[in-house]
């Protein structure tokens, strides 16, 4: 699967917008997506206390070695794999264990001194038959890509079709306004949680009253972060990035929507140029150089964008991969990879799964973090074995009658399984297992169908163990996994996440409630959010 990459080509060197002044993508209009939504630098935060306390407690519990020398001391390394594509990933690894590949057709055979004779010991019936099977695989090849293309272009024209109705219009207007911010609010958790490096969250263990002291400027952060998105849509989160606790360097969106990817660009110039932000409050911090490249991040190897070159993306994570050379090349150069709503797109097959494991992993540096949110595939296991469930028991209260045979393959009406609101939808369009779990973990199509947002479109299941599992085989090790609604019962008293929800219009002031109707909170229940260690 392959989408345009209309990329310039990569720079020579990266430079530093704050030191050099160049804005590196300017544009005019201001955007937002559906589903995930905005936030504004300054309701985002309190600017007294940009750098805060919360990422003490995130790495409490973890003690590590040293963390990575700084990118720049990367930077000029070269040990990126340009030339490598997809298959190049397939050839070095090992077979999966989860589910056996169907088998590629043969290759035409050169011929040889002595072929001849060897083929002439095989029957002709043999020969048509091996023939006939080969055409067979051929066939089902060619189909199997032409639908995995047809399922991206029809996710990528989606999101590139997704209006922009304006910041006004999403805060006022929409049906769905408290549970745009919500999401928002669990995306800036995150962010503040696990964004900063084992050296910076250390600094603040050892000052732990700095938060209180709003006159104090934070200890110097000299060490700033170097941020890939993947999936990134139309930069809604670029505000988010910017008010990180530790400041950010270098922030790469990737998406393979190539208008939301422009839409981004435009977003990051308006920011750079200090259009469309509002009067009051501080100024937000400084930005960050970004750079936004249309971009398949489930479907290809990441090798070939030029800064993610640049920065440094490891062949070797991953089974299959040298140990040895993967532990002296340490890795790649960024900090952080985040993915918010979007690896769901990956489980359309174990091959992308893997390809989205090998990016991230190869990307990220030793100690980096793997932050996203996602379906929460014990929301969608619950709901499936409960619809199978009610389902028997109605079908046993019926009186005997004779049912006609379902043609092959066919899945009754009655067996589809769907359930959602007025707001959002899950739709199964095949059959689903009777206990909810997903067996084998990949390609378990849905559409999913959130008003004003998305629009039926198809997405995958992430069986959350079998990915849990998987991430292993790429050094990337668990260290969070909440479902959206925890979160916000973890973290509304924090003294910044709550004021922060308030802010954000998350929580009514003056009940102290979420903003949002029992519909939306039923629409947010669907998701959980992650954080790996790359270790
Ligand atoms: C619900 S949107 C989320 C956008 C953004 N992360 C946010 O939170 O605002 C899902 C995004 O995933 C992107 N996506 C779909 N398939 C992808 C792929 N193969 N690689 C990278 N991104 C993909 C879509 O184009 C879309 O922008």
Redesign the pocket.
């Known amino acids: 699967?392959t989408s345009p990459d209309p990329r310039p080509s990569a720079p020579t060197s990266y430079d530093d917008p704050e030191r050099n002044g160049t804005p590196a993508s300017p544009g005019p209009t201001s955007r937002q997506?559906?589903?995930?939504?905005?936030t504004r630098p300054n309701e985002d935060t309190d600017q007294s206390n940009p750098r805060r306390k919360r990422v003490q407690e995130r790495h409490q519990a973890r003690k590590r070695g040293p963390t990575q020398p700084s990118m720049f001391s990367r930077r000029g390394r070269s040990r990126s794999p340009s030339n490598r594509t997809p298959d190049d990933n397939s050839s070095r690894r090992s077979r999966s264990p989860l589910r056996p590949r169907s088998p590629t057709p043969e290759a035409p055979k050169r011929k040889r001194p002595g072929g001849g004779s060897r083929m002439g010991m095989v029957n002709p019936e043999e020969m048509r038959r091996r023939q006939e099977q080969r055409d067979r695989l051929l066939e089902e090849d060619a189909m199997r890509s032409s639908r995995d293309r047809g399922v991206?272009d029809v996710?990528?024209q989606?999101?590139?079709a997704v209006p922009e109705r304006g910041r006004e219009w999403r805060k006022t207007e929409s049906k769905i306004k408290g549970l745009r911010s919500f999401?928002n609010w669990v995306?800036s958790t995150l962010i503040q949680k696990f964004s900063p490096d084992e050296e910076f969250a250390a600094r603040f263990n050892d000052t732990k009253d700095w938060a209180d002291d709003s006159q104090r400027p934070p200890p110097v952060d000299d060490k700033r972060l170097l941020v890939l998105?993947?999936?990134?849509?139309?930069?809604?989160?670029l505000g988010k990035w910017q008010l990180a606790p530790q400041r950010v360097d270098l922030y790469v969106g990737?998406?393979?929507?190539n208008i939301?990817i422009e839409q981004a660009r435009d977003r990051y110039g308006q920011m750079r140029s200090g259009r469309g932000q509002r009067g009051r409050g501080r100024p937000p911090p400084p930005l960050f150089h970004g750079e936004f490249y249309p971009?398949?991040?489930?479907?290809?190897w990441l090798g070939d964008v030029g800064i993610v070159q640049q920065v440094g993306i490891d062949p070797n994570a991953g089974p299959g991969g040298s140990l040895m050379a993967s532990r002296w090349s340490g890795g790649g150069g960024f900090d952080v990879v985040?993915?918010?709503?979007?690896i769901h797109?990956?489980f359309e097959s174990e091959e992308?799964t893997r390809q989205?494991l090998s990016n991230v992993a190869g990307c990220l540096k030793k100690g980096g973090r793997f932050i996203g949110?996602c379906p929460n595939s014990d929301v969608i296991t619950s709901r499936v074995s409960t619809f199978h469930k009610n389902r028997k028991e109605k079908e046993s209260a019926k009186p005997a009658a004779a049912e006609e045979a379902p043609e092959d393959g066919e899945v009754q009406e009655d067996e589809r399984c769907e359930w959602g609101n007025d707001i959002y939808r899950v739709r199964f369009p095949g059959a689903t297992p009777e206990d909810g779990i997903f067996r084998p973990p990949f390609g378990w199509r849905y559409t999913y169908f959130m008003r004003e947002?998305?629009e039926e479109v198809p997405e995958y299941v992430v069986p959350w163990e079998a990915f849990r599992a998987l991430t292993e085989d790429y050094n990337l090790e668990l260290q969070y996994r909440k479902p959206f609604l925890d979160i916000w019962e973890d973290e509304k008293n924090d003294r910044e996440l709550g004021p922060l929800s308030e802010r954000m219009g998350v929580r009514n002031r003056a009940t102290g409630e979420l903003n949002m109707t029992d519909e939306e909170k039923d629409a947010v229940s669907f998701y959980h959010a992650f954080c790996f260690y790359k270790v």
């Open positions: 699967m997506n559906g589903r995930p939504d905005e991206s996710v990528r989606h999101y590139n999401n995306k998105d993947l999936g990134c849509g139309k930069g809604g989160d990737l998406d393979p929507a939301s971009k398949d991040c489930f479907g290809e985040t993915s918010m709503f979007a797109y990956a992308k989205m949110v947002a998305v």
